[in-house]
């Protein structure tokens, strides 16, 4: 349960840099997601990504197919 646990941790944290993202897209305009502030905000979520996946792998879900083969294409 552990692992589910510290996996939703990260997601959460990744949502909250999704969620930045958007504000200053809709504050400054579809032009703002080619500067560099959000580049490095996608870049923080791409690397969340791991250590997501990495504890929802080890969690005990009742479809472990979709933990092991879904998320490497998407990552």
Known sequence: MRPLILGNIVSLIAAFF?????????VYGLNF????????LMWIVWILAFPAY???RRSS??????????????I
């Open 18 to 26: 999704i969620l930045a993202i958007l504000i200053l897209l809709g």
């Open 33 to 40: 997601a080619f500067n560099d502030v959000t580049k490095l």
């Open 54 to 56: 990495l504890e929802y």
């Open 61 to 74: 879900l009742k479809a472990p197919y979709l933990i092991n083969y879904l998320p490497p294409i998407a």
